[in-house]
C-alpha cells in the first residue's frame, strides 16, 4: 500500500502556511506507510466486527449439528472440517457454558495450568475464541503467549536467499545463521528452476556448526513435498489455509487435501507445519464481510484438525493489511496466542516487511519476543533485505546487534546471540568449501575459488561474483533427474573430507526414521530433538517457565562491543 | 506382535528407545552410522519411517492430550508404503474440482484394498460427500 501527503489546498489555489512541525512529522517514514478506516463490510477490520457471528454450538449425539449461529445443513466445508475434526465435543458445551471474560482470565491467570486452559479452549467454536480475544489487551495477550506457547525454550527462524538465488551465497548464509543461533532456516527462489542447488547448499551450509538448524524450501505444495521426500531438506511449512470457503477454492485446496498432505509428510518422517494470516481472505478478495482474526481462527482450528503439530501465523505476507486497521497488530498477537491456545506450535511471524518505521517495526516485535513463543520471527532475514526473496522481513541482517542488544537489556531470549566475526568467517568459508567440493563431486557447475572469497566476505548477492545461470539451472535439473537425495549428500561430504558436516547431515535425516522431528514444537538442540513433549512449557507465574540462565545468560551477554570491567580500556566480547 | 505403550518419558526416541525403532528393510536404528552409509550399506530406502514407529509417535502424543495430532500419525502410518508418486496424485485428485465423486470413492476403495488404509480412506470418503454437498467436484464427463 502507498500514501501520498495529503494536500489542503483551499479555493483559490492558496495553499496555507504549514508549520515547520507538521513538516518534520510529515518526514517521518511513518508516514509512508498506509493506512485506512475500518469498513467492516469488506472484512477490513481487525477482530471487532458487527458482521462475526454470536458463539453458539449444539451437539447431538456427539455431532456438531450447529455452530455459531449456523445449521450444519448450511456449514461451508470449513465450518464442517472445524465441528468434525476441530472441536472436542466432549468438552465443548461446559467450555461454551463459561463467560468468554471468564475464559481470557484463566488465559492470563498465572495460577491456572496450562493444560487446564487448553482443556476448555478445545472445546469453543471460532466466534467464542474471537470474543475471549477481544477481552484481552497487548499485554493480557503476552501473557497468555508466555504460557501457552507449547515449547518452554524459545526459538527463532530465519530466510536464507539470495536475489540471484546464488547456491554458494545462500550456503555461506545458512552457516552464519546456524552459528547466531536460529533453530530452522528457509530459503525460496526468483527462478524456481534453481531449487534443487539452493535447497541443497543450504541444507550443506546449515551443517557447519555444533547446532545445526533445520532446513526448508518454500515452494508450491507438490515440489515442496518432493524435496522433502529426497531429503534435500528437513521440514516443510508452505502448507497454506484460508478462512473463506472461495478463497481455499482458489488457493486449489480444501481441509481435507490438506489434512492428507499432512499425513503424507509425516508419513515420510517429515516435520511439517501450516500456514496462515490475518488478512489473507481481504487481500484475496473474499472475507465475506467477518473480521480479519475471526477468519483466521477458523484458519488456526483446521490445522488443528488436521493434525498439523503447528502454524505459521501472524498475518505473515498479508501484515500490511492488518497492519493499516486499528487493533491490528494486536490482532496479529491474538492469533498467535489462540495458535498456541490450542496447543500448534507457532512460528509467530515478525516476517514481511511492513512498516517503514524503526519505531513501528520494533513495536510489531516485542509481543511475541518478550513473552517468548517456539519461533519469534518466521522468518527473520539472515541476508540483507535487498536479498530476500519472501518479500522482505521484520528484522534483518542490519538489525542483528540491535536484537541481541535487546535481549541482552531486557534478559529476554530470542534465540540469538552475538557471534564474534572470526568464527563467523571461518564458518562461512568452510560451509563455501564444502559446497564447492560437493558440486565437485556430484559433477554440478563448478565453484571457483574467487567466488569464495567473494562470498565469505561479503553483505549480500551484490558483493558476490555472478554465477553462469544457464549451466546453474541444468546442474539443477540433472539433480532431479538424477534423484539426488539427502543420503548422497551425506556421501559426498564425507568422501571430500568433511566428515563432521555429513555426521551432522546423517543425524539429522536420521530423525525422519525415529519421527521425533515429528511432535509438537520440535527442533535439534545439541542434535537432540526437544519438542513440547521433553520440553514442555511450565510456567506458572514468577520464578517458573523458561528464563534465561547460566550459560545461556552468559553467551547472551555478549556483545559486538561491551568493556571490560578488569580493564576498562579493552573490550571482551 | 502389539506395540508397547508409551509415553512421554520413552521421548525422543532416538535417544530414550532406539531399541524399538527399526528401519522399513529391518535395520536398527543404531545400525544408521556414517561408517555404513560411507561403504554403501545404507539406502535412502533405511531413511524412512515405519507404520510402527509413527504408531509409537502416536501413543505418544495421545498420552500427551494431542487427539488430533495422534490421529495424523495414524493415517501417515498407512500411507508409508505408498509410492511418492502415486502419494503426490492422491493428494492432487483430493484438491477441488480436480475429481469426480466416483473418482474420490474409486480413490478410497484403493487406499482401502490396496493399502489397508483404513484413516486415510474415511478421511477421502468425508471429502466425496462435503465436496458434492458444496459443489467443488469435477464434472463426470471430465
Redo the contacts between chains.
Sequence with gaps: MTTTAPTSATPGGVTPRRSLRTESLEARPVNLDGFVEEWPEKGMVAMDSAFDPAPSIRVEDGVVVEMDGTERADF??ID??IA???I?TDAAMDAMALDTVEIARMIVDPGVTR?TV??VVAGLTPAKLLGVANHLNIVEIMMGMQKMRARRTPANQAHCTSARDNPLQVACEAAEAALRGFSEIETTLGVVRYAPLVAMAQTIGAQVADEVPLTQCALE??TE??LG???ITNYAETISVYGT?PV??DG???P??K???????????IKMRFTSGTGSEVQMGNAQGKSMLYLEIRCILIA??????GLQNGSISCIGVPGAVPSGIRAVAAENLIASAL?LECASGNDQSFSHSPMRRVARLLPQMLPGTDFVCSGYSAVPNYDNMFAGSNLDTDDFDDFNTIQRDLMVDGGLQHVGEREILAARQRAAEALQAVFEHLDLPRIRDEEIVAAVYANGSNDCLPRDVLEDLKGAQSVMDRGI???DL??AL??TGF?DM??NL?TV????????L???SAILKGM??L????D?NDYAGPGTGYRPSGERWEQMKRLRHVTSAENPETEVG | MSLPELD?TD?????NR?DL?T?PTGAS?DS???DR??AGD???E?????PD??R??AS??DG??????????R??????A?P?ER??A???A????SSSKAELLALADDLETTYSAHH?AG??R??AD??ER?D?LADEDQ
Design positions: 461451508d466445508f464442517q472440517f468434525d475434526h476441530a472436542d493444560t487448553r482443556d505444495e507438490a513435498l518432493e521426500m529426497r531429503g470457503e481455499f477454492v486449489d485446496d480444501t481435507w487435501s489434512a492428507f498432505l499432512a499425513s503424507a509428510y509425516a508419513s515420510r518422517g488443528k484438525g488436521a493434525g498439523s503439530q496447543d537425495t539427502g543420503l551425506v556421501t564425507d568422501a566428515r555429513a555426521q546423517l535425516l536420521r530423525q525422519r526414521v525415529s519421527g521425533d515429528l511432535q509438537t537432540v530433538p519438542s513440547a513433549v521433553n514442555d | 512421554r521421548y525422543p526416541l532416538s535417544v532406539p525403532l528401519t536404528f544408521l552410522t556414517l552409509v560411507v545404507v539406502s535412502a533405511d531413511l524412512r519411517i515405519t514407529t509413527l509409537l509417535q505418544i502424543a500427551v492430550g494431542r487427539r488430533q495430532l495422534a490421529a495424523n500419525f493415517r501417515a502410518a498407512e500411507l508409508t505408498i511418492d502419494l503426490l492422491m493428494y492432487n483430493l484438491r477441488p474440482n486415510a478421511l477421502v468425508e471429502a462435503v465436496y458444496r467443488i
